[in-house]
């Protein structure tokens, strides 16, 4: 059975910080190219961050460059997202993919808010 489990969202201030965390399992995670999506309350999901299956290549989006960060222990079966410089423009559920063809996973997702 295939399982994405997102883990470390929360409240945090303006300027916080916060680590997610993804759990896999059900599938063989080192293959599989690996990214983080968000959706705020009445908006599109969007891509955050992507990383390739064996984490030698990485992206993020625009909007959170020099922010954030993507990376992956593919011992542990696990992807994180890094998220400095938190802005309120960051709340949202954050939703962990993973992807190889036309396999598409995705977790239950973990609310971020960034509020004082």
């Known amino acids: 059975q295939v399982k994405l489990v997102e883990s470390g969202g929360g409240q945090v201030q303006p300027g916080g910080s916060l680590r997610l965390s993804c759990a896999a399992s059900?599938?063989?995670?080192?293959?599989?190219?690996m990214s983080w999506y968000r959706q705020a309350p009445g908006k599109e999901r969007e891509l955050v961050a992507q990383?390739?299956?064996?984490?030698?290549?990485?992206s993020v989006a625009d909007s959170v460059k020099g922010r954030f960060t993507i990376s992956r222990d593919n011992a542990k079966d696990t992807v994180y997202l890094q998220m400095n410089s938190l802005k309120r423009e960051d709340t949202a559920v954050y939703y962990c993919?993973?992807?190889?063809?036309?396999?598409?996973?995705w977790g239950q997702g973990t609310q971020v808010t960034v509020s004082s």
């Open positions: 993919n993973a992807r190889l063809s036309l396999r598409n996973y």
């Open positions: 059900g599938f063989t995670f080192s293959s599989y190219v």
């Open positions: 990383i390739s299956s064996a984490g030698g290549a990485s």
